[in-house]
Nanobody, 120 residues
Framework: VQLQASGGGLVQAGGSLRLSCAASGRILSSYGMGWFRQAPGKEREFVAG????????SYADSVKGRFTTSRDNAKNTVYLQLNSLKPEDTAVYSC??????????????WGQGTQVTVSS
């Protein structure tokens, strides 16, 4: 599976962005998907996960209620909607594929990240 994240950019605090993660090589619906982020000088952290069929999702406490992940398996694409953005959300966001139940700590494939910068 090859994954490519896109949709990042510069946005003011309180703004929104929608990230996409496009997959190629294998059918994406076979995998749970996760979104992760890494800010400068910090460790990578789990942000959100979604099951293969899209019926189950999970979120880090820091983004719950502000971020929403979804997927369109017909397009082999997963999305992360970022609302009410804060400066502390600034990071490189990446997507990864793996078993949904352990997606936060167990991933099989990684995509190249996209930069999200939130100005105050």
């Amino acid at each position: 599976v090859q994954l490519q994240a896109s949709g990042g950019g510069l946005v003011q605090a309180g703004g929104s962005l929608r990230l996409s993660c496009a997959a190629s090589g294998r059918i994406l619906s076979s995998y749970g998907m996760g979104w992760f982020r890494q800010a400068p000088g910090k460790e990578r952290e789990f942000v959100a996960g979604i099951s293969g069929g899209g019926g189950s999702t999970s979120y880090a406490d820091s983004v719950k209620g502000r971020f929403t992940t979804s997927r369109d398996n017909a397009k082999n694409t997963v999305y992360l909607q970022l609302n009410s953005l804060k400066p502390e959300d600034t990071a490189v966001y990446s997507c990864a594929a793996g078993p949904y139940t352990t997606i936060a700590t167990n991933t099989h494939y990684w995509g190249q990240g996209t930069q999200v910068t939130v100005s105050s």
